[in-house]
């Protein structure tokens, strides 16, 4: 729809039809995402353990790739959408412009380093030769043929500025179907293709996303005539990627700190069994499941909130934060009761056949019998994350994520790297797990002082504002 000329529905749709008609294309998306990530580990695990530990140990690597990507996009959606609001359209289409060259410059560093450094990354973590060879295939491809995540996610962004989350779910679509539909082929050779193993399943997903990316290509320019994108007598603007980099920075520094923690905890529980680090990598597909929905949520909210602060609305900008927390704490309970109940259903989806690893009791897969309580311990934080998350998400939208990074840095680094490893020292390797749910209270409580600080400073002097505006009238 084109909103040129009249209010963007951001400004005038009931909130909560706002949210959902936002939110829902991308929650969609977001599960089709976490299905095909959790399919691809699927898949590999079916090869041996240590194909899955490759792909387990990429994680870090691979996060901080998206980080870069998505926290740049959170950026330029936030500027996009606030520029949109206060009708300044030359701003709009500067950010878009900058953020395509910084996302190009992004991909460049990442080809490099993914074409001469994957090897040494996996030699400088583990000796085994079956982890360190499968993982040079799977990272040199991912990080080599990046392109297609950096084009697609950085005018995904673009377009849910501008409302436009359905064409946003269709590219996430396509691309995530994709992986799905070439993953065995190219795993396990069907249909007259190579067999290729880990190399598949890297390829299958840069197959994905580049041509994700192609369908972002062409929405962009056919179907959003709120931006207008042209690279003639492009020169980089400073100023817009000040802008652009005040939100995303933070957010990039935010989602690479999961890069550090994930890294830091494979060392503390590899030094138990290499079992433990498939345990964790495990776990981390599985989550996608729950978290992902929550992320869609706040793909959604987040330039309903930039807009209406850049519009000066608070009723709007208040309504989208309290149903947006509503929605989060449901899907997290939702995602609490599945890890309490069905542990062992998960993980055994993730045992290979000819799984040697047992238990010399049970007989049944380590996997299984370390994973049951660890996906039970850790789901406790499920509890209270969705309002973490959420708030996480508002401060980006109000152009300070510099207090999501604060949060994130409490709770990953300063809480939960430290107490999982005292933890592991303590009470050995189940206690390693409650470092989670610890750190999420921390987390929790950083998270409310931030939000009624924010409330006071700068959205209840909005209310004075319009309370003011309508007496006059």
Not at 71 to 97: F, H, P, Y
Not at 143 to 170: H, W
Not at 265 to 283: E, H, K, M, P, R
């Amino acid at each position: 729809m084109d909103h040129t000329g009249s209010e963007n529905k951001m400004g005038i749709m009931p909130i909560n039809k706002l949210l959902i008609n936002m939110a829902v294309p991308m929650i969609l998306s977001m599960l089709v995402q976490a299905l095909y990530n959790v399919v691809d580990s699927v898949f590999v695990a079916k090869l041996s353990q240590d194909a899955l530990n490759a792909v387990s140990l990429a994680f870090p690597v691979q996060n901080l790739m998206i980080s870069v990507a998505i926290g740049t996009g959170v950026g330029i959606n936030t500027l996009v959408a606030r520029s949109l609001g206060e009708k300044n359209q030359k701003r709009a289409d500067d950010a878009a412009v900058n953020g395509l060259f910084l996302a190009f410059l992004s991909c460049l560093v990442f080809t490099v380093l993914g074409l001469t450094c994957s090897r040494l990354y996996y030699a400088i973590q583990t000796d085994i030769a079956g982890i360190v060879d499968y993982g040079q295939d799977y990272l040199t491809i991912c990080c080599g043929m990046s392109f297609g995540i950096f084009t697609g996610v950085t005018l995904d962004r673009i377009l849910q500025a501008t409302g436009r989350t359905f064409l946003t779910m269709i590219t996430q679509l396509v691309g995530a179907i994709t992986n799905i539909i070439l993953d065995p082929i190219m795993i396990f050779g069907l249909f007259g293709f190579p067999r290729m193993e880990v190399a598949g399943a890297a390829l299958a997903t840069v197959m994905g996303q580049i041509l994700a990316a192609c369908l972002s290509v062409y929405f962009s320019a056919k179907k959003n005539p709120d931006v207008h994108i042209s690279f003639k007598h492009f020169r980089p603007d400073g100023g817009v990627i000040k802008n652009i980099y005040d939100v995303g920075v933070p957010s990039i520094i935010m989602s690479s700190i999961g890069s550090v923690m994930v890294f830091g905890v494979n060392q503390i529980l590899i030094s138990f069994t290499d079992t433990a680090t498939a345990v964790f990598g495990v776990y981390f597909k599985l989550q996608s499941f729950i978290f992902m929905p929550v992320f869609g949520l706040n793909n959604g909210m987040v330039p309903i909130v930039s807009y209406n602060y850049g519009a000066k609305k608070p009723d709007r900008i208040m309504g989208a934060i309290r149903l947006s927390v509503l929605y989060a704490v449901i899907f997290m309970i939702v995602g609490f009761l599945i890890f309490q109940i069905f542990p062992d259903k998960l993980l055994s989806l993730f045992t290979a056949e000819n799984e040697t690893a047992v238990d010399p009791v049970t007989g049944i897969p380590e996997l299984i019998t370390m994973g049951i309580p660890a996906l039970r311990i850790i789901s406790l934080s499920f509890l209270v994350a969705g309002f973490s998350v959420v708030s996480s998400a508002t401060f980006q939208a109000l152009a300070h994520g510099v207090l999501s990074l604060v949060v994130s840095l409490v709770r990953q680094l300063v809480v939960l790297l430290p107490v999982a490893f005292v933890l592991s020292k303590v009470g050995g390797l189940d206690a390693i797990w409650y470092a989670w749910p610890i750190a999420e209270v921390f987390s929790v409580a950083l998270c409310v002082f931030f939000m009624l600080r924010l409330y006071r400073r700068e959205i209840k002097p909005m209310f004075a504002e319009d309370k003011a505006g309508k007496k006059l009238l």
